[in-house]
């Protein structure tokens, strides 16, 4: 499967976006899908996940009461909405597709990834 993330920009702190990632070759609609980003000298960090049909949910810390994840199986196309934007989101944002029915927090449970989107939020 081929995952294309896109929805990124350059936004002021307080502003929102709304990155989706569109997977082809093969249906998501078993995955369990992933939203990590890694910033400039850091690691990838662990932001959303979403089971296969959308019933378990898990969010980082940091990003808890701002961003949702959802997801829309018959578009394969999973989405990120991002409120309230702050500068320490400014990131490279990937999508995943988890090896199981249900996300994870750990990147390793991933075997498919996307190029990655590009978010910079001004203060």
């Known amino acids: 499967v081929q995952l294309q993330a896109s929805g990124g920009g350059l936004v002021q702190a307080g502003d929102s976006l709304r990155l989706s990632c569109a997977a082809s070759?093969?249906?998501?609609?078993?995955?369990?899908m992933g939203w990590f980003r890694q910033a400039p000298g850091k690691e990838r960090e662990f932001v959303a996940c979403i089971s296969w049909r959308g019933g378990t949910i898990d969010y980082a810390e940091s990003v808890k009461g701002r961003f949702t994840i959802s997801r829309d199986n018959a578009k394969n196309t999973v989405y990120l909405h991002m409120n309230n934007l702050k500068p320490e989101d400014t990131a490279v944002y990937y999508c995943a597709a988890s090896r199981s029915s249900y996300g994870s927090r750990r990147s390793g449970e991933y075997n498919y990834w996307g190029q990655g989107t590009q978010v910079t939020v001004s203060s």
């Open positions: 070759g093969r249906t998501i609609s078993n995955n369990g």
